[in-house]
C-alpha cells in the first residue's frame, strides 16, 4: 500500500477524533491576537498566518482540513494573518520545551531511524542510498521511549520548580502540556514577562539551564580557596546555593571542582535554548493530535505531572482494533501493554498501537 494511502487512513482518523472530541479543543486566551499554523497530511505543506476570530471558526477548520499538527503563536499581534513584518508584535508568552532529544539518556542514540520514501526500507544507520531500492531520499524518524519521556518528566519538573521558587511565578500562571511525543511545554502567561525582549529571555534560560554559573558567586569557594573558606550555604539556602549544597553535603567529595560541576549538572533543567528566546514561535496547540503519535498533546495540572503517564493518559484512540503489516519496530508501549519488537509481521492491533506505528511510517494497514 503507498504512503499517500497511509496518509489519507491516518487523516481520516484524525478527522473522527477531531469530529467526536472537538469541545475538548480550547482556544489559547486572546484568540485574536494570536497567528495559527498547520502542518497538513497533504505533501507535509505547512499552513501559516491564520487568523481565528471564534472558538467555532478555528473547530470548523479543524473540520474541514483536518490537520497532522496545530500550532499557535507564543507572541500577540496587532494583525495575526500579515506577514511577518507586518504583524504588529504585542508581546509574547514565555515558552519553554523540554524534549528527550536533547537529554542524554542510555538509550538515546538508538532512537533515530531513517525510512526509504520509496519502499519503506527502515535504516538504524544513517545512509544516502536504501540498500533495498537504491533510493536517495529518506524521512529521519524518532522512537518514542518510555525511558525518555521520564528523563523528560524529570527535568520538566524541576523547570517548573525553578520557576516557583526562584523566579516567582505562581502554579496559576504556569501550564504544562505532553508535547504528543517526546517531551514537555511549558507555558507562562503573565503580564510581567509579555514584554521581555529575547535578552531576558536568554537569561532566564541560563539561569535554569545553569548555562555560565559560576559557583564562586553562589557562596562556594574555589578549590584554591576552599582551604581557606570552610563554609558554604545551607541546603535550605534560597536558589542555585541550597541547591549546590544539596547535592554537597550529601556525598563524600573527592575532587572539589569536579564535584561542583557534577553538581550543577544534576540541579539544572535541560531546557531548549531556542524556543524559549524566540519572540513569534509556534507551540503545539494543547489538546490536538500529534501526527507522528497520534497521541493528544494532553494539557496537565502542574500538582498531577509526576503521576501523568503518556502512554496511557495521552491517547486519542482508545477503542478497536486494527490488522496492519509492519516493516519493522521497536518495542514499545501502549496502555500497560508492551508490544514488538516486530520486523515484516502482519498483526492486529489495539487501534492506538496501530496508529502509532502507522504514524511512525513503519507499517501500512492491510484490507
Known sequence: MEKKT????????????????????????????????????EKGIMLRHK?????????????????SNVYYSSAYYEKP???????????????????????QT?????????????CLKVSRVQTEICPQCEGTKFNVELWT??????????ETLKLIEFLISDLGFSTEEIDVCFSGQRGYHVHIESENIRRLNQS???EIVDYVSGTGLKPVFHGFPDAETRKKIKTIPEMNAPGWGGRLAREIKVKKIHNWQKDLDNA??????SVDTVVTIDLHRLIRLPTTLHGKTGFIAAKIQTTRLEEFNPFTDALAFKEGALTIHINESEKFKIGETEYGPFKHETIELPLAAAVFLLCKNVAQPVE
Not at 487568523?51 to 490537520?67: A, D, G, I, Q
Not at 506577514?83 to 536533547?102: E, V
Open 200 to 202: 531576558a529571555r536568554k
Open 6 to 41: 497511509v496518509k489519507d487512513y491516518v487523516k481520516k482518523l484524525f478527522g473522527e477524533y477531531y469530529k467526536d472530541n472537538i469541545v475538548e479543543v480550547l482556544p489559547p486566551t486572546s484568540l485574536d491576537r494570536r497567528e495559527f499554523g498547520f502542518l497538513l497530511f
Open 81 to 103: 494573518d500579515e506577514d511577518m513584518n507586518k504583524k504588529g508584535w504585542l508581546g509574547s508568552d514565555l515558552i519553554f520545551d523540554i524534549d528527550a532529544d536533547h537529554i
Open 145 to 154: 521511549c518510555e525511558k525518555c519521556l521520564e528523563a523528560a518528566k524529570l
Open 264 to 269: 550543577v549538572q544534576k540541579q539544572k533543567a
Open 51 to 67: 487568523k481565528f476570530l471564534s472558538k467555532e471558526k478555528l473547530h470548523n477548520f479543524l473540520h474541514e482540513k483536518v490537520p
Open 106 to 118: 542510555p538509550c538515546h542514540e538508538d532512537h533515530r531511524f531513517w525510512i526509504c520514501k520509496n
